[in-house]
């Protein structure tokens, strides 16, 4: 791995999107586990929780798989964010985890949690074909 570093001021502007990211993430995961722990009963008005007709059972049960997936995503972004700040505490942030190079600034202020750079990635989704 190379011994290049980001700059200081570069680190700390990282280091804030990454704790907006992960604040707007923790707010969205308990926005929806409250959605899903209340589940379609609560939501369509219908105290019985039970579906009336079967197109609305199968409706039902897409909405709540719909809000595990959310959830489950937003657990990952989460994970992959708090890898991020930690990188900016070991001062490796911004490096491609598989060639060292620098990660393209670009790249980093779609996806500031990325850990390789774009020709990686590609190699990596390749292999996955």
């Known amino acids: 791995m190379s011994e290049k570093r980001l700059p200081k001021d570069k680190l700390k502007y990282y280091e804030d999107i990454l704790k907006r990211e992960v604040d707007n993430s923790q707010k969205l995961i308990a926005q929806l586990s409250e959605v899903y722990k209340k589940g379609s009963k609560d939501s369509s008005g219908d105290l019985s929780g039970y579906a009336f ?7 039902d049960t897409h909405e709540q798989e719909k809000t595990a997936y959310l959830l489950e995503t937003e657990y990952q ?11 900016i505490a070991d001062k490796t942030f911004g490096l491609c985890e598989m060639c060292g190079c620098y990660i393209e600034e670009n790249r980093l202020n779609i996806i ?18």
Request: a positive charge.
């Open 53 to 59: 007709h079967q197109a609305d059972l199968g409706s």
């Open 112 to 129: 500031p949690y990325a850990r390789v750079c774009i020709a990686c990635k590609t190699k990596e989704e390749k292999k996955k074909r």
């Open 77 to 87: 972004k989460v994970k992959l964010i708090s890898a991020a700040l930690q990188r």
